[in-house]
């Protein structure tokens, strides 16, 4: 990045579209049942934060999380050591409101995504 300020559109923007392929990618790791500590920070972190979401004052982010967190569960991809919530290191790879943009974006989408998915394969 250069030394100018970046337009607060055009960064909103960009997290939304890497919010979009984040959860293209996760969709992936999932359905190839990829165990969570082989997946690379920038996928684990947000599904993390998002499983974490269970105790949310938002009881809709709550439910889908809890949701999510028991579909992982099930799947084995997720055990109980898993899901807490993650601190983002200091020398992360990715900003913290990035991982908050993906994380909101997995808990709204990615269970629909995971089932059009599995769906199209069946219908292959």
Do not use: F
Request: charged share 30%.
């Amino acid at each position: 990045m250069t030394g100018h300020s970046v337009h607060p559109r055009t960064l909103h923007e960009q997290r939304l579209l890497d919010s979009d392929l984040c959860l293209r990618e996760v969709t992936r790791l999932i359905l190839a049942r990829t165990p969570l500590s082989r997946w690379p920070e920038t996928l684990r972190l947000p599904l993390e934060r998002a499983i974490s979401s269970c105790s949310s004052e938002n009881r809709i982010s709550a439910y889908r999380a809890d949701a999510l967190r028991r579909y992982l569960a099930r799947t084995g991809i997720l055990n109980e050591n898993d899901h807490v919530m993650p601190m983002i290191p200091e020398d992360a790879i990715i900003d913290s409101s990035t991982v908050e943009y993906a994380k909101d974006r997995l808990l709204a989408d990615l269970l629909p995504a995971i089932a059009r998915e599995k769906a199209r394969e069946r219908r292959a």
